[in-house]
C-alpha cells in the first residue's frame, strides 16, 4: 500500500533544513502548520508532530515522544530542538508541514476506553488515510482506503494486525481495542486525509 500527498500552497508544503545540533526555527511554510513531518537523510527515523500533541513521536517504535524534537508549530513554520530526529549538526532534513483545510485535512484527539468498534469522529469528512500515535510508549498505527476488513498497518517491518482502525467512516474512523489505538486511559492523536 502506499500513499501520496500533493503539494499545494496554502495546503501542504515541503522542504528542507539542515541541522544545527541545538535549536532553530524553520520558516516560509506560509501558514501555521497543524501537522509536521521531519525525516533526516542520514540514520535519523522520521518524527511526527501535530497541534495536539505536545511531544514530537516518531512512527515506527515503542517511543513515548521527546521534548526536545518539534519543539512548536509557528505562524510560518515551525521550531525544532536538539533531539537527533530533528535536529543534529550537519544533518539534512526534508519537512512536509500540512495546514488544516476544511474537507480535506484535519487533527484531533481522544482518550482510549478500551471498548471495540469505537467511533472516533470530528475529521469532518470521510477519511481515505489515517495516522494515529498514543501519547505513551506504544507504536503508531496507519490505515489507507485500499486497505480492507479488520486490518491496520504499523509503521515498522510488521504484519498487519487487527482490532486497529478497523475501518474508515464517514466523519472519522472506528477504532478497536488494540492499545496502539484505544488503550483504556491513554491519550491518542489522529490525524486524517481526504483525497482529492
Do not use: C
Request: proline share 2%.
Amino acid at each position: 500500500y502506499w500513499e501520496a500527498f500533493k503539494a499545494s500552497a496554502g495546503v501542504m508544503v515541503v522542504g528542507s533544513y539542515t541541522g544545527n545540533g541545538t535549536s532553530q526555527s524553520i520558516t516560509g511554510v506560509g501558514f501555521q502548520p497543524e501537522y509536521v513531518i521531519t525525516m533526516g537523510a542520514g540514520a535519523q527515523r522520521a518524527a511526527q508532530r501535530s497541534v495536539d500533541m505536545t511531544l514530537t513521536h516518531v512512527f515506527d517504535n515503542n517511543n513515548a515522544g521527546v521534548t526536545t524534537g518539534v519543539t512548536s508549530l509557528n505562524a510560518d513554520g515551525f521550531s525544532v530542538g536538539s533531539h537527533a530526529e530533528a535536529n543534529s549538526s550537519g544533518v539534512v532534513y526534508h519537512y512536509i508541514a500540512f495546514n488544516a483545510v476544511a474537507g480535506k485535512t484535519s487533527t484531533g484527539t481522544y482518550t482510549g476506553n478500551g471498548v471495540d468498534n469505537r467511533s472516533i469522529t470530528g475529521a469532518g469528512f470521510a477519511p481515505e488515510y489515517v495516522i494515529v500515535k498514543a501519547n505513551a510508549a506504544t507504536a503508531g498505527a496507519h490505515r489507507s482506503a485500499s486497505v480492507t476488513g479488520d486490518s491496520t498497518q504499523n509503521f515498522s517491518a510488521t504484519a498487519n494486525f487487527t482490532n486497529g482502525i478497523q475501518a474508515l467512516q464517514a466523519d472519522g474512523y472506528q477504532a478497536g481495542t488494540s492499545t496502539q489505538v484505544n488503550a483504556s486511559g491513554t491519550a491518542y492523536y489522529w490525524i486524517a486525509f481526504k483525497g482529492p
